[in-house]
């Protein structure tokens, strides 16, 4: 008989990245080992989506209703968990809607709820300053997060500062290492080709790096490439948030703001023509919690694309860019020796067409969505198992 398994999200499947990215991959790929999965959203951020329901090939995707408020969107999660009676409950963020259903189920006896996972793929905390919430959201969506990892029967998480973070405070508890994945490319799939340009792709959400590194390193960059245009892509996650970045090239760079293009939200059909313009693209970060936490689904698809990509050794970058998959700059690097790692790369065809080889190589061989899966199955068997 097929085991149930029911993923229960923060959000919807917009703009935010862990449920089109992370969730519902893990879902697909377990359907291929017996799974039922469903994955039950308060579509708060896609209200279009609320009362839907429909099947992407064996997973389920159930968006309650909206109406009434945050208690009976809560019973209506409870309720669909009741009918699909799931072996396993999956816990999608430790926060929000997800979190009180974690909360709610806890409390019930051992042998009469599923067993109860939780999917960590940032530290949530971290957030609290940039999105700027009042301080009684802040508190209490720390506290879910703290609760939330006391109260569990297993982890998965998205990075290795997670996994540690999560091993301190609960020592015994089974935790499995799951990075985000990837599948294999379509052949229409945006791809980088050798000698496609000399201009530098930065994927930003206006978190990674400070306004000041920015600035130190776009001039340093024109000094040791002066032909190579900046082109910055991507949506702060707040609005607003890519203001004080704009101000400070202004005044404190005005002769490399001609060089620099702001691209804003870049979709998939863009891809091809921005990855025909640059030799490289940069994924900077500083050394801070919010970096060290996350596992950046960007990094690993442009990897996947065969884009030369110099990379800060922070967090999860170090694992995707290990083995020559990307240019590693220290994590402690300055903003001058980050650009003198990307001219070097823009100034050796030979070394982008190595990155371009060995990267997506890599990434299939270690973060391919179905190896992710088995290994997520494992997990659950195990964890079954020690319920028996």
């Known amino acids: 008989m097929n085991r149930r398994v029911c993923f229960v999200a923060p ?97 019930k006896p051992r042998g009469k709820r599923p067993a109860v996972l939780l999917d960590a793929d940032d530290w949530e905390q971290a957030w609290a300053p940039i999105n700027r919430y009042p301080w009684p959201v802040a508190r209490f969506l720390a506290w879910q997060e703290e609760w939330g990892i006391r109260h569990a029967d297993a982890f998965t998480v998205a990075s290795r500062w997670l996994a540690e973070t999560i091993a301190g405070i609960r020592p015994n508890a089974p935790l499995l290492w799951l990075p985000n994945g990837v599948e294999a490319p379509k052949p229409d799939a945006p791809r980088w080709h050798a000698d496609a340009g000399a201009d530098v792709l930065f994927f930003t959400r ?43 090239i202004q005044k404190y760079a005005p002769n490399s703001a001609a060089r620099v293009e702001w691209l804003g939200f870049v979709d998939r059909n863009q891809l091809a023509a921005l990855y025909a313009r640059i030799g490289c693209a940069i994924f900077p970060a500083e050394p801070t919690i919010l970096q060290q936490a996350k596992c950046s689904v960007r990094l690993a698809n442009t990897l996947l694309a065969g884009v030369p990509v110099v990379a800060s050794a922070v967090g999860e970058q170090i694992t995707y860019g290990a083995e020559g998959a990307a240019r590693l700059a220290p994590a402690h690097a300055t903003p001058e020796e980050f650009a003198a790692a990307v001219a070097e790369v823009l100034a050796a065809p030979a070394h982008q067409r190595t990155l371009s080889e060995a990267a997506p190589q890599r990434l299939l061989t270690r973060y391919e969505w179905r190896m992710l899966g088995a290994q997520l199955d494992a997990f659950y068997q195990r964890i079954l198992g020690q319920r028996n």
């Open 206 to 248: 206006f978190v990674e790096v400070s306004p000041q590194w920015l600035v130190r390193f776009l001039s340093s960059l024109h000094e040791k490439f002066p032909g190579s245009t900046l082109l910055i892509a991507g949506a702060p996650v707040r609005r607003g948030l890519d203001r004080p970045y704009r101000l400070a």
């Open 11 to 107: 959000f919807g499947l917009g703009q935010k990245t862990t449920v089109w990215a992370r969730t519902l991959p893990l879902a697909r790929a377990l359907a291929t080992h017996g799974w039922r999965p469903t994955i039950l959203i308060p579509p708060w951020d896609t209200p279009q989506d609320a009362g839907r329901r429909w099947r992407d090939d064996e997973v389920e995707i159930v968006n309650i209703a909206l109406t009434g408020g945050l208690i009976p969107q809560i019973r209506r999660l409870l309720h669909e968990i009741a009918c699909v009676q799931p072996d396993i409950v999956h816990i999608v963020k430790p926060r929000a809607h997800a979190g009180l259903v974690q909360w709610r189920l806890w409390r």
